[in-house]
């Protein structure tokens, strides 16, 4: 296998749409609770573990770049082929393909949660995550081009929801902030680790990286996406801070979701009711980007091209999503997944630039 | 081509299945629109509820449903029993406390209720003089939905801020807060007909301790909120000659203020012997006063502003002092002792103790705006 991958014409893209893809995949399912289990940790200095998160991000995607400038249009798979060798380099490429399909499946079941205890009591599983599957296979099964225009659409046909934050500011109480640093050093790094979950999605350029057009403006949008995410989850953490009182937070799972129900418009009595229906457009990108990113490593690895493997996948999640059906088993499946979620897409990325640094010298060293 | 028709024809067909969760027609359906808790025997809870039918050809749209359960949801399930509409509470509005149910402690009510998404954070919350029942019960010409009625009142008295605003988000946010204990208003049946709003209750967590009277709880409004508009009638304890009572009717002197305008500002000022400055800036029109003064002259002004000054910050300093006494922080000194002191580790208990001994010094700085159309 090459390292260098290059798409086909048709299939590549503009490289501002990067904006799109990146915010779009991180926000998503964890946007609806995040604050509570920060605030757990780092208490109302939760604020801060969410802005040291953001710049942790901000590193983690300079470095992951770094590592693909290395090999002009390269992706993961091909990386981890030229740096482990053919069979090491498979075996890796696999994890990184199941790490995606759980992260799928994290996302669905979540958000089939939200919607089973918010809004449908009564409808079951299996037909969400039917529906909802069908609809993810219609993208991915259309290409690359039709996934991004679903993430362009769902950044902007939820801005809307931005102006909302509005409604809530009547019952704001600004002394919950203070006294700022109230919590030592270690529970907010701990509280920046819980936003694991929340921020991850950005991994997404190891694999979507050849598809973009202009190379040189990679850096600006990547950066300018997770910026984009970074603000909108302090602007949420700090309105549920001044909103909640702590005992409350505490007991509330999606604090977001929760701020939903102050708003009262003249023609719509409850708006978190449209709000959870409505985030199925806001998941849409990050399952459909999910599941792409490993066909495309299974294409890239086992050289299989087959839209066979969209639906195979898909019956394999969707086997899973039943078994996975009470809010305890979806925490403990929660809670495993993001401490591996942590060391791949946090730690990974510097191991996987320190070694192809390595490789690369050594080849340039072997030619001379 | 083909095999994207078939992906449609399996994506609408999932489409139509999902149409068909479980649909809500509100013709056949019951909105609960209020809802009452009374304690009732061997520990149950007595629920009152107000079903509004959506029928055409009933005469008497609302239903008035009791029951007894262990839990808030049984009261529902149990009170289905004696419909013919399935009972549905997403329109629930206010949520009425007999007082009997503050007896016993925790009530549990307002926690239950906020876990189902269905129940709206803004439902207003009251406590009843008395049992929840009787004033759900109560049967007049002039109020065909006793619900849709409560919630009017409640709903047009708090946004002038004649009542304390007391949704279920409030309530909630100040139960949950070290340092902030929540009111609720109480609501009382007058005669046969009516019903007022007759007071304040005042809690220490989840028990009842006290209770202020309306005018008081203006003076409440005034530490814990903003005026924008709002208006009282203030008596006036003067010795000054000038201000003599205008008749022999009523012996005192009453100034009437309107337009009222307020904004008040806590600070801890001393962090080892609790002590706090409360700051209370005012502004009003004098609209009428009951007293022969000349007010076309500004030093009378000035008089009467000293003398309202005087008599506001009298009321202020006893209803602090009365919450003293009851170990109840509804002003929310609490809160700011906490967000002023570093690593407090402020508990409930610890926070009683401090503010029986807590010193709060009050100034209130009162300014007369202008006269109404007469000097």
Redesign the interface.
Known sequence: MKVQYQPQPQNSLNTFILFFIIHSIQVGIGVQGFQRIIFFEAKQDAWISVVLAGIFTHLVVMVMIKTLQLYGPADIYGIHDEVYGKWIGKFVNSIYIIYCLWVFMTILMNYIEVMQ???????PTW?FS??IL??V??GV?GGIRVIVGACFFSVILSVWMLGLIGYPFR?L?Y?????VM?SNITSILKGTYKMTLTIIGFEILYVIYPFLKEKGKVTKFAHLGIAGTNVLYLLLMLLTIVY?????LE?TIWATL?LF??I?LPFI??T?YVAVSFWLLIILPNLMLYLWSAHQGVKRTFKLKS?GLVWFFSLIIFLGSLFIDTRIKINQFNDFFASIAFYLTFCYPFLLYILALIKKKMTTLKEK | MR?KGW??C??LS??L??GC??PKVIEEIGLITASGYDPGKNGTILGTLVELKIDPVATNDVVILETESSTIRGIRNAANKKTSKGLAS?QLRVILYGEGMFNKGNTGIA?SLSTD?VI???TYLAMADGKARDILQLKAKQIPDIGIHLYNLINQNTKVKIMPSATL??V???????G?DPVLPILKKEGNKEIAFSGVAIFKGSNLVGKISTEQSFYLTLLTDKFKSGSIDIEINSDSSKLEPINRRLNKIVASLDSIGSSSDIKLINKEKVEFDLNVNLTARLLEITSQISLGNPENIKLIEKEINKSMKKEIEKLIAYFQSKESDVVGLG??Y??????SKLTDEKWYKMLKEAKVNVNLDFTIRRTGLIE
């Open positions: 205890t918010w809004v449908f009591q009564t409808v037909l039917a529906s069908l609809l296979i219609y099964t019952f109480d002394s919950h902030l203070l006294p109230e909640f009182s702590p005992g409350q007991n929760s129900k102050v009262k009595e409850r978190e839209n | 095999k992906l449609w399996g994506f999932f489409l299945l999902c969760a479980e997403g926690e998404p709206s954070d803004l988000q409030e909630l946010h100040n139960h949950f807060t070290v902030k809160e700011v906490k967000s002023s002191v570093r690593h």
